[in-house]
C-alpha cells in the first residue's frame, strides 16, 4: 500500500510509539506509517483505512495497539465478526477494559443484543471510567431498541450524566440518543425539548441534531446547486418556447405565401 512520503509515522500516539519499541526500528517505523494511514482515513475512506491496518496486521500482529486499530478499522467497515475478534486480541494482550463497550455493540452488530446486555451487566462496566460508562450505557440502550424494548431504552438512559448541565465530549451523542429514543415512542414535546439540548451541547457537529430539529418543525433545505440546476432547466425550456414561436411564425408566413400563390393561380 502507497504510502505519502510527507507520512512519516512520528504523528502517532506517544503511547502506541512506546509498545513498537518492541520492534525492531526499521519494522516499528513502518507499522507506525500504517497506523497513522488508518487514523487518517477511517472516517473518511474506511475501506481503504481497513487495508493499511491489514498491513500493519501482518507486520505486527503481536502488538495490542495493532490489533486494537486493526480492530476500528473491520468496526468501521461494519466486519463486526472480525472486529470483534480483534478486539478481543487486543484486551488478552493489554489487560485493561476500555474496549469493553465497542465489544459489546460488536455483539450487536452481530444479531446479538442480548450478549451485548449481558456485557453491560458484567464487572468490567465499572472499571471503565466515565466515559467509557457512558458508552456502555448508549450501547445497552441501542440493545433494548433492537429487541422493541422502547421504554426500556429510555431509561436506560436516563442518568446523572444526561441530567448534567456540563458538557462534556459523550454529551451531545447522550442527548441525541435520548431524543431520538423518546421520538420513537411517540413523545415528540419532549424529543424537540432534547433534540435542542443535543444541538446546543454539539460543537463538533457529532450528530444530525439541527436536521432532526428542522425535520420536526417542517422545515425543508433546498441545496443551492439544485437550485441553479433547475433555473438553467427553466432558461432552456424558455429558450424552446421562443423557438417554437418563431417556427409558428415562419409556417404562418409560408401559409401566406402559399395562399397568394393559390389566389394568383385562380387568376
Not at 210 to 234: C, N, P, Q, T, Y
Not at 241 to 260: A, G
Request: aromatic share 6%.
Amino acid at each position: 500500500m502507497p504510502i505519502p512520503p510527507e507520512v512519516t509515522g512520528e504523528e502517532i500516539d506517544p503511547d502506541v510509539r512506546q509498545e513498537l519499541m518492541s520492534l525492531p526500528k526499521g519494522l516499528a517505523e513502518d507499522v507506525s506509517r500504517n497506523l497513522v494511514m488508518v487514523a487518517q482515513l477511517i472516517d473518511e475512506d474506511p475501506e481503504k483505512a481497513y487495508e493499511y491496518s491489514r498491513v500493519a496486521l501482518r507486520l505486527a500482529s503481536r502488538v495490542a495497539a495493532v490489533r486494537e486499530a486493526a480492530g476500528f478499522a473491520a468496526y468501521a467497515t461494519q466486519k463486526y465478526s472480525e472486529a470483534l475478534a480483534e478486539f478481543r486480541a487486543a484486551r488478552r494482550m493489554s489487560g485493561g477494559v476500555e474496549l469493553w463497550p465497542v465489544m459489546a455493540d460488536c455483539e450487536r452488530g452481530l444479531n446479538r443484543p442480548e450478549r451485548a446486555l449481558a456485557m453491560a451487566g458484567e464487572p468490567e462496566v465499572q472499571k471503565l471510567d466515565k466515559a467509557g460508562q457512558v458508552e456502555m450505557r448508549l450501547v445497552a440502550a441501542g440493545a433494548r431498541r433492537d429487541l422493541g424494548q422502547l421504554d426500556a431504552a429510555i431509561v436506560t438512559l436516563q442518568s446523572p450524566e444526561l441530567a448534567s448541565n456540563a458538557v462534556h465530549p459523550w454529551t451531545a451523542r447522550l442527548r441525541y440518543a435520548y431524543a431520538d429514543a423518546l421520538l420513537a415512542a411517540g413523545r415528540e414535546r419532549e424529543a424537540r425539548e432534547w433534540f435542542a439540548k443535543a444541538l446546543e451541547s454539539d460543537k463538533d457537529g457529532a450528530t444530525d441534531a439541527s436536521d432532526r430539529l428542522a425535520e420536526m418543525d417542517g422545515i425543508e433545505f433546498v441545496d443551492a446547486f439544485d437550485e441553479d440546476e433547475a433555473d438553467e432547466e427553466s432558461d432552456r425550456g424558455d429558450v424552446v418556447d421562443v423557438d417554437v414561436d418563431v417556427d409558428d411564425d415562419e409556417d404562418d408566413d409560408f401559409d401566406e405565401d402559399d395562399s397568394d400563390d393559390s389566389v394568383g393561380d385562380k387568376s
